[in-house]
């Protein structure tokens, strides 16, 4: 049985979500701040994760989470809407994101979907392209793609989140990391290189989108 931490200092929210997980046949656990919730975090498969905490922040117990549990799913929970907001909590670490107010159907159905992509066989499917990401390998038209470590790892920041636009700096934070003193020339160049391999070279790519003057999406297929 799958254990979920539900991690919001509204007793109100714990209560509710608590009540629809465990309908679902989930195992939950809670914490009211940050401290407690990574007290509990080691006994847990996923963790739906308020930013807004005492003692120690959501932003905080994210970073700590993905250092010391690398596997470890997280439901961010924001009350803010804005896509840099978003962005910043899924740079931190966290793979799905609920704005509030929120239904608690649509957290129980996203909680399902990590946990489905993080099971042993987790791949992502998009037509003909499959990306395993506990293999570190993609495969495109059953045959596998010869990726370097940063294109896959570029692919993969991309296909986790279909339809959301990156910037080249989150990009480069993401898949570089945030010391690389790198220039947004250098997306340009891998983002090519992977179209290339997925035999995208026209002026409609199918997977990877440019959005002018901000950077890429991954297409919804």
């Known amino acids: ?3 979920v931490l539900v991690v919001d200092d509204d007793p109100a929210i714990r209560e509710v979500l608590g009540a629809y997980l465990q309908q679902e046949g989930y195992e ?5 701040d940050g401290l407690e919730a990574l007290e509990k975090i080691p006994q847990t498969s996923l963790v739906v994760l308020d930013l807004m905490l005492p003692r120690l922040s ?3 117990v994210a970073h700590e989470t993905r250092r010391d549990h690398p596997e470890l799913p997280i439901l961010m929970l924001t ?6 907001e978003r962005i910043r909590g899924l740079d931190l ?3 799905d994101y609920v704005v509030k107010p929120f239904s608690p159907r649509e957290v129980v159905a996203r909680v399902r979907a990590l946990l489905r992509r993080s099971g042993l066989r987790a791949e992502l499917v998009f037509a003909e392209l499959v990306i395993r990401p506990r293999e570190r390998e993609a495969l495109f038209a059953g045959e596998l793609l010869a990726l370097s470590k940063l294109e896959f790892d570029l692919l993969l920041t991309l296909a986790q989140h279909p339809g ?5 700096a989150r990009l480069l934070e993401r898949v570089w990391g945030s010391d690389f003193p790198g220039v947004d020339r250098v997306v340009d160049v891998h983002i090519a290189g992977l179209r290339k391999k997925l035999g995208e070279e026209g002026e409609n790519p199918r997977f990877i989108e440019t959005v002018r003057g901000v950077g890429y999406r991954f297409r919804e297929l």
Do not use: F
């Open 1 to 3: 049985m799958a254990r």
């Open 28 to 32: 939950v656990l809670e914490a009211a």
């Open 58 to 60: 959501g932003w905080e």
């Open 79 to 84: 009350a803010k809407g804005e896509e840099e």
């Open 93 to 95: 670490g966290a793979d």
């Open 164 to 168: 959301l636009v990156w910037s080249r």
